[in-house]
């Protein structure tokens, strides 16, 4: 479910795929050495291959007028532009940039004849060719479902504050153009630093969905996460108990408006938001209505272990490789849950994945992504307050506590949250609850992103033109105006 976001196709590369979006909106004037006797300035693209996907790369370079060069570095696949470059050394025909906020460097060397930069891309132990161009031809960001203005609809920029935290969260609120007061949702984003749109490979779900319902008369909140675009706030130290102190603001500032009917405010959450959604509704906090996007209902461990295996298996590893890494991930995952003490914890989980690494063969160790450092950087993913809280928490309780309308929706291919085990776990929650005002569905041949698709694979999802099917749009908006009464729209 983690956001793990498309990315994490092996055990190894969890949390290790360019975490930029942590670090937009901000430039830094590089350092330069010897210039080139060549201008440099301009965009130079190009692509990262990882484990099958493909993730666009963009240096902007700018020359001063005393020759030196500033830089900025953009991933639009991961949403994430104007990352802060912190030098830019040139010596000769070589070019080194340093990108600290990422703990990352691309070093290359200009070849004139071709007018490329023919460099590596290293980053937290990986090692990746990287070539770059001028006249790259690079995809443009924009996808076809997303909306064109002008809207028939009003868009607002907003900032609502959560008090208890004292931050404050930056989002778009979209009002229906007609008069009167109108339904209202709050959207809740996965796991992973996110913006408003819910942004991942260039997709921006959240801003389709937003769009969607606005245009069918409901008004709709989204808003960037703590930490993240205009949002303050530290995302690194805040678990989903926290993110869901975030929504429950978000909630109280549509109750301040005159156009939201009070009565009909739902909360529409995706992957992690799932889960959140019912934490906050099972509080009696004034939410009519919850709507369940690929959302859990067992505990963060068991679906990981799920997940890993289905994704593995549909990345064609071999049944005895398979085994091997759901041994390995089931033994970290104890001592995740078991050794309290961090340092310790670390220690051990080095140790033990280690051992594992003697029963990989070298064409095994390629095929699983295997890089030197990753082992290590993984056990500090696995050890922030976030994943501890995520693998033990069990969202049943708060689920069997619902007494509001719940709708729960799945694509039949979703890897990252099955649906038959977590349908299975959502309707026992809500009948040991006694709640009947509940539907889950699920939809064939849809992925964890609601895209239609082939295997399901996390891999397949920047490749997909649909950022969200229209057929899951059509259902979410038809349920939400049945169930606040507001068909009129």
Known sequence: MKKTTGKNVSVFLLGVLLVFSLFSGVSVEGRTGESLQYDLSGAWGGYLELQGARLRIIFNLTKTGAGTYTATLDSPDQGAKGIPVSSVLIDGDSIHIEVAVANGRFSAFHDHSNSVLDGTWFQSGMILPLVLSKDIDMPSDKKPQDPVSPYPYREEEIVFRNEDAGIDLAGTLTIPENSGVFPAVVLISGSGPQDRNEEVLGHRPFLVISDHLTRKGIAVLRYDDRGVGGSSGDFSAATSVDFAGDARSAIEYLRSRGEIDRSAIGLVGHSEGGLIAPMIASQKTNVSYIILLGGPGLNGGDILLLQSELIFMASGFEQDLVDRLMEQKRLEHSIILGENNSALAKEKMI???????????????????????????????????????????????????????????????????????????????????????????????????????????????????????????????????????????
């Not at 890089?371 to 994943?387: C, H, M, N, V």
């Not at 649906?419 to 929650?429: F, L, Q, W």
């Not at 009948?431 to 889950?440: F, M, P, T």
């Not at 939400?480 to 507001?486: A, F, H, Q, V, W």
Request: negative net charge; charged residues 20%.
């Open 351 to 489: 140790e033990a994945s280690s051992a594992f690494l003697s029963s990989y063969t070298q064409d095994e160790l390629v095929k699983i992504g295997y890089k030197p450092g990753i082992i290590e950087q993984r056990a500090d993913i696995y050890l922030t307050s976030w994943f501890r809280f995520f693998m033990s928490y069990d969202p049943a309780p708060a689920i069997s506590r619902l007494s509001c309308s719940v709708l729960a929706l799945w694509g039949e291919k979703d890897l990252q949250v099955p649906p038959v085990e977590n349908i299975s776990a959502i309707r026992k929650a809500l009948e040991a609850g006694g709640n009947s005002d509940y539907q889950l569905k699920v939809f064939p041949g849809l992925n964890h992103l609601f895209q239609h698709c082939d295997s399901g694979s996390p891999s397949e999802y920047a490749s997909i033109a649909e950022t969200f099917s229209p057929e899951v749009l059509d259902f979410i908006s038809s349920w939400i105006l049945e169930k606040t009464g507001d068909t009129k729209h």
